[in-house]
């Protein structure tokens, strides 16, 4: 039982910095507003792609994953 609590651990915790940083990254690539850089992560991530917010810079465009919508 131990063993599957720190398992559940390190997922938590790997999971919440790939989302700090990955908020963070948006923000500063894309000069968004965090919420907005989150927002941006979640909808990318989960591949739904509203299409309300997009990558303006090259830069940014250049950073996202091949397999990411369009």
């Known amino acids: 039982m131990k063993q599957i609590s720190f398992r559940f651990r390190v997922y938590i915790m790997v999971f919440l910095s790939v989302v ?40 940014a465009r250049s950073s996202r994953l091949p397999s990411s919508p369009e």
């Open 20 to 59: 700090c940083l990955g908020t963070l990254g948006i923000s500063l690539a894309e000069g968004m507003h965090p919420f907005d850089a989150f927002y941006f992560l979640i909808v990318t991530v989960a591949t739904v792609g509203y299409g309300d917010i997009h990558p303006g810079r090259s830069r």
